[in-house]
């Protein structure tokens, strides 16, 4: 047994910073048993446009139901491509699947796991400019902001620019992150966020929310969650029951609050790992452009043995996570498409030597560096 154990998330931690806050609200929301909708919900969801940057925020269930409501509030229709990345967690192409769309993949970049533009660019080349099948042509481009960062979206926009193709982005990691100075979920027509416990913005449960600048799209979303209706028991339009709980809400606007104070100590730390990592040349860190600020949701490396480093360091107490482990083109619920080894192999690559070490705004430096330490100790 190990004296020291260092978890790769501590979420009691952060509960704890903040129970108080919490109660108040739970108490409250008791006292006036409003449980859905009311100000709590409509608090939250201007205080988290406010902190997005976006004109509207519109709070969901979830945040595969972000992805899919925004989708649909977009326009797809029934067979549209629509582009993503295969190292990505599944809810992205589920709400694509789920919305009618049919999924394009694009391998990723190596040093960032982010969408590889250029491979972008051959895509859409191909399918516009060499193919007839009209049918092929990308409706939409979902790019993963994973781990915290933005793709490059000056790039992104411009060739979804030159053939209309909508952006939609998937920023279920990406609370508080910055390309060129804007916020996550700004810059495409529509944002889609997650506040899973474990994100950097969690709830006490499921939650989510799509930003976005278009009246029309929030709009819609607000009709869809809540049964298609605007007004009690008349249907515009089928819906679904997507809508946030108030009590999820009041909670998320407790800890929005703390949120840049969190999001700073995570990068505080991400600059240790950084400066005490850059001295082994047999780990690369996944890399952070000059003109980003990551939100650090994971602080990533890789490394040729990660399966034995990961090993190592559990012996030493420090738990690690795999992000992903599998990429979904490759995952058994997509073997009906016929993919295989190889057709994607930067993000099979990056599959095997991804290693996410411990990264939360509790961990404090002085755990980062037994991480460090633990890592350095490693025959490679
Ligand atoms: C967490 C996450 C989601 C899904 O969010 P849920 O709230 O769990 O539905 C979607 N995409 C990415 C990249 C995520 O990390």
Redesign the pocket.
């Known amino acids: 047994m190990n004296q020291v154990e260092i978890p790769f998330l501590d979420l009691p931690a952060q509960q704890k910073s903040v129970l108080p806050e919490m109660m108040e609200v739970f108490k409250a929301a008791c006292e006036s048993a409003s449980f859905i909708g009311g100000p709590l919900v409509s608090n939250f969801e201007q205080s988290f446009a406010e902190f997005s940057g976006s004109k509207y925020s519109v709070a969901v269930?979830?945040?595969?139901?972000?992805?899919r409501f925004a989708l649909m509030a977009m326009g797809i229709n029934q067979g549209d491509h629509v582009v993503t990345v295969p190292n990505?967690?599944?809810?992205?192409t589920e709400?694509i699947s789920q919305a009618g769309g049919k999924i394009s993949f694009v391998d990723v970049e190596e040093s960032t796991s982010l969408m590889d533009l250029n491979k972008l660019e051959d895509l859409l080349n191909e399918r516009f400019e060499k193919s007839t099948n009209k049918t092929l042509r990308p409706k939409f481009i979902v790019p993963?902001?994973?781990y915290g960062q933005m793709t490059d979206m000056d790039g992104l926009m411009q060739l979804a620019g030159k053939y209309d193709i909508r952006v939609l982005e998937?920023a279920?990691?990406a609370h508080g992150a910055k390309y060129k100075g804007k916020g996550a979920g700004t810059i495409g027509e529509a944002g889609?966020f997650?506040?899973?416990p474990?994100?950097n913005l969690g709830a006490l449960g499921?939650?989510?929310a799509v930003t976005t600048n278009n009246s029309k799209i929030a709009d819609y979303i607000k009709v869809i969650r809540d049964h298609g209706q605007r007004k009690k028991y008349y249907h515009e339009i089928e819906g679904y029951n997507g809508r946030l709980d108030a009590i999820q809400a009041g909670c998320l606007s407790v800890k929005l609050k703390h949120l840049k104070k969190w999001n700073e100590e995570r990068q505080k730390l991400a600059r240790v790992y950084d400066t005490e990592l850059s001295q082994l040349p047999w780990i690369k860190k996944a890399e952070v452009l000059p003109h980003n600020i990551s939100s650090y949701?994971l602080y990533v490396i890789h490394c040729q043995n990660r399966d034995g480093l990961q090993k190592h360091l559990k012996d030493k107490g420090v738990h690690t996570g795999l992000h992903y482990p599998v990429p979904l083109h490759l995952q058994q619920c997509y073997s009906s498409f016929g993919y295989k080894t190889g057709d994607f192999p930067v993000s099979e690559k990056l599959s095997q030597r991804l290693l996410s070490l411990p990264m939360f705004p509790e961990l404090g430096e002085e755990r980062v560096r037994y991480v460090v330490e633990s890592i350095k100790s490693f025959q490679s």
Request: charged share 15%; hydrophobic share 40%.
């Open positions: 269930n979830s945040g595969t139901d972000a992805l990505t967690f599944v809810a992205t709400a993963v902001h994973l998937d279920c990691q889609a997650s506040f899973y474990g994100k499921e939650a989510g949701h």
